[in-house]
């Protein structure tokens, strides 16, 4: 320990948070120190191996006696330390920031703070990822009480890029007739309705592929009968009792038919109907036939 060199690891090089440190045994069973110096003097040398790998910058260590007698576990006895002092640190070398180094920890420890940086850096990556895919998602959603329009626009530009999304019927490309229980028809704007029915519920609803699927559910719910009011009740009621992120429309979807059903199940039963008829299932195909009944007569009417 003569001629002092640059410091083996970097000065911010911390691994106390690495519990284990690599142990070479062949190396260490057949080097110098295991073959020249006094077992006590080797067991000294692999404490200060030790307490060097969980010192910052790792691999190196105070050059103070005092110290160096203490990571030894002599305590206050530094006479014994000066006894073994050559073998316990023998391969340390003196760095110009007055600390000593042991190469061979120090390579383990050069190996191993580069991994820990690789994996910060990759760690602040996902995160930077993760908090803009969030900010983007919470900013692309309307509040409650602002203008739908942006959700509207942003729903339309996307859909129609998609020759599946889009609903035809009323010349808009965005709407399909109904005929509720009294006979009297409409029209429901799938666009808007699926827009707004995704505000309520909190989903994503920018993404081409998750507005197909929204649009589809809401297509497939008015299908069964369900009105605009029975379609936000079953969001609203389904939001309120939610014990975590809701995704997709498709959440509501039993809800939904639920609802349709103990309607249908009030206005059209006989007394009469089968079992089959009277599960959700069937009721709705059942409404659904009169339904298609009722429009076939107003356009009778019409013709």
Known sequence: ?????????????????????????????????????????????????????????????????????????????????????????????????????????????????????????????????????????????????????????ASNADASCMPDAMLKGTGTGTGISIVDDDGREGVIDIIDMTAELARMAGVGHLAPGRIAQNIDTVREWVSHGASPDEMRGAVQDGVSAASAAIHSLKYFSGAVRQRVAKRENGNGSTGQSSAAEQSADGILRAAAVRRAARRAEQQAERA
């Open 1 to 153: 320990m003569t001629d002092k060199v640059e410091p083996l690891t970097a000065p911010d090089c911390d691994l106390q948070d690495f519990p284990f440190m690599p142990l070479q045994v062949a190396r260490l069973r057949d080097s110098d120190l295991a073959a020249t110096e006094h077992p006590e003097a080797c067991w000294y040398a692999v404490l200060l191996w030790a307490a060097s790998w969980h010192q910052v910058p790792a691999a190196s260590l105070p050059d103070d006696e005092l110290v160096l007698t203490r990571l030894c576990g002599l305590g206050r006895d530094v006479k014994t330390f000066r006894k073994h002092r050559a073998g316990a640190l023998r391969g340390f070398v003196i760095c110009t920031d007055g600390r000593l180094y042991h190469p061979v920890v120090a390579e383990q420890a050069n190996a191993a703070w580069k991994e820990k940086l690789a994996y910060r850096d990759r760690k602040e990556k996902r995160a930077v990822i993760a908090s803009n895919a969030a900010k983007a998602r919470w900013q692309s959603m309307p509040d409650a009480d602002a203008d739908a329009s942006p959700m509207h626009d």
